[in-house]
């Protein structure tokens, strides 16, 4: 099972990786880490064994001697709201994100919303370890339900507090079956826009489309924006914390451009200020953040990561390629919805179609893939790869995983820290060049899943 522990989260399929069992040792784990007192928030998206895991976990959690507090199906964002919002020691939030209605984990957060770092390792080590500081019987934590309602309308009533259209504007929301139709829809409608709704009703086996915002799965949210004459559509995943965008042309708009669009606005409101980017993002971030008065300092892939930079050089935005956005004006944490409101407001300013904004910033050709590769050897593939490129010459960036610079491009293979993948990014200055750099990273994965598996 040490596999189901991953850089910021528990994540396996349930009854298979993870069973109530484990979700409640997990509880005891985390209870134990804590050090059996305070008051903690947990939440869940809509997956059909989230319940059961939140049901599972909280009882492990109070087992403890912490006070539970069950906020029910939220999106993660209000979640991380409501834990920094009433000063919860810590939170909890049931979910497997963008990966298949099978999965399903938990995240744990800090008492601001942010997510933990280096310590899930040692409620990992507790987990494993079995040392578990159990309350005695009169000891044990409450288990309290609130009201997801009064949840969903403080987070509600803080952006719109601070956030406004100037002019009604047509938006396209694809909840996706998600947390995200709980809310999204509602605010956005309170802001000012016309509201047309896909996937909106919550649905753990996703029926609507796959639970990742991408091309492929976005197809009939392009379609509807382009025939509806719409500023903009937004896709969400699962938990709604990620958002991929389509212009009103009906194209899927490239991550970083959209970060770029909503960051030079905030720099200009600035006066400059510190841009977060992971190691993934094109180069154009930097070309166009600089422009405007801004500064991209890198880090490595994971949204909790981000949230460490962002408080370590108090950056004014941040973004990674895997459509997580942070706007730190609000709170450190990423939030797709507050970003998507975000990019309404400046669009009913500016006047300004969303396509020609996106068409003003350039591109370089620019390619990722996905290499299946087993959770259990993942990390030995990569130490391999690792091993190679350094052993023929090439200059490598090893912020998170082994980015192949060159002076025409980059490639950069890393471990998925969700998924059972190696994935690879790779952008360079001509299409032919990435396409010999597609070549040599699918040289050295096959190269290294030979070797670890003959190892």
């Known amino acids: ?11 396996g399929v349930f009854n298979v990786d993870v069973t109530a069992e484990a979700a409640a040792r997990i509880g005891m784990a985390f209870g134990t880490f804590l050090g059996g007192e305070g008051r903690v928030l947990v939440a869940r998206d809509p997956r059909v064994t989230s319940e059961i895991f939140e049901r599972a976990f909280s009882s492990g959690l109070a087992s403890t001697g912490i006070d539970v507090y069950l906020t029910g199906m939220v999106p993660i964002p209000v979640a991380n709201f409501a834990t920094a919002r009433h000063s919860y020691d810590a939170g909890a939030y049931i979910t497997a994100s963008h990966n298949p209605p099978e999965y399903n984990g938990v995240r744990f957060r800090h008492g601001d919303g942010t997510g933990y770092t280096k310590e899930n390792a040692e409620v990992k080590e507790i987990f494993f370890n079995g040392e578990f500081k ?11 339900e609130l009201s997801p309602r009064q949840t969903l309308r403080e987070y509600e009533d803080y952006l719109l507090s601070r956030l406004k259209l100037e002019r009604e504007l047509k938006v396209v929301l694809d909840a996706g079956n998600g947390a995200a139709g709980v809310i999204a829809p509602y605010i956005f409608r309170k802001a000012g826009a016309k509201v047309t709704t896909l996937n909106a009703q919550p649905d753990g086996t996703f029926p609507g489309r796959k639970s990742e915002p991408n091309a492929e799965s976005l197809a009939d949210l392009a379609r509807v924006v382009s025939s509806i004459d719409a500023a903009f559509g937004a896709g969400y995943d699962g938990d709604a914390d990620r958002v991929v965008f389509v ?13 770029i669009i909503i960051a030079r606005e905030i720099l200009r409101e600035k006066g400059g200020g510190v841009v977060i980017a992971n190691v993934e993002c094109s180069q154009i971030v930097e070309e166009e953040i600089s422009k405007h008065g801004g500064e991209v300092r890198r880090v490595r892939v994971g949204d909790v990561f981000v949230c460490e930079a962002i408080k370590q050089h108090g950056a004014v935005f941040a973004m990674e390629t895997s459509a997580h956005y942070f706007y730190p004006d609000f709170y450190p944490f990423d939030d797709p ?9 400046i669009l009913s300013q500016r006047g300004e179609k969303l396509s020609q904004l996106v068409d003003e910033i350039p591109s370089y050709p620019k390619l990722h893939k996905n290499f299946p590769c087993d959770d259990r050897i993942k990390f030995q593939v990569m130490e391999k790869i690792i091993q190679s490129l350094k052993e023929k010459g090439y200059t490598l960036d090893m ?18 820290n969700t998924s059972p993948l190696i994935r690879a990014s790779i952008e360079a200055t001509s299409e032919e060049r990435v396409q010999e750099l597609l070549r040599l990273v699918e040289r050295e994965f096959e190269e290294a899943l030979r070797k670890t598996k003959r190892d």
């Open 1 to 11: 099972m040490e596999y189901i522990f991953r850089a910021y989260d528990v994540r």
């Open 247 to 259: 212009d009103d042309l009906g194209r899927v708009v490239q991550t970083e451009k959209v970060g």
């Open 337 to 345: 919805i507050l970003v998507s409101l975000k990019l309404a407001s």
């Open 134 to 144: 159990l309350a005695k019987w009169g000891d044990v934590g409450e288990i309290v």
């Open 399 to 416: 912020t998170d995983g082994a980015r192949v610079v060159l002076e025409d491009g980059w490639a950069l293979l890393r471990p998925s």
